[in-house]
């Protein structure tokens, strides 16, 4: 009986592990438009605004690359959101 109970635990971690794997982020900085008031005018963040960036907190070094939106991820209300959000600033 212990032996099944250790084997379905088993097939449980497994199957939790796959979930995480297709539930991988897809990079578009476009999902930060919640936060956009925010980083340019420097109004408090919304909480989809955290959640966007949370979610986008993988992509945040491709977009510092990016000419387009790299001056805006890296400007200081942008800095300012990332810290009311506690979603800490990328290391690139």
Do not use: H
């Not at 005018?41 to 070094?61: D, F, H, N, W």
């Not at 387009?68 to 300012?80: D, L």
Request: charge should be positive; proline fraction near 10%; hydrophobic fraction near 35%.
């Amino acid at each position: 009986m212990k032996a099944s109970y250790a084997a379905i635990g088993t097939l449980l971690v497994l199957l939790m592990a796959e979930a995480e794997l297709t539930m991988a982020v897809t990079c578009n900085p476009f999902q930060l438009s919640p936060c956009a008031a925010a980083i340019t005018s420097g109004a408090p963040p919304s909480p989809l605004c955290c959640t966007r960036l949370k979610e986008q907190k993988p992509c945040l070094c491709q977009y510092l690359k990016d000419p387009r939106f790299g001056s805006y991820v890296n400007s200081p209300n942008a800095k300012k959101v990332a810290s009311t959000c506690r979603a800490s600033n990328p290391k690139c």
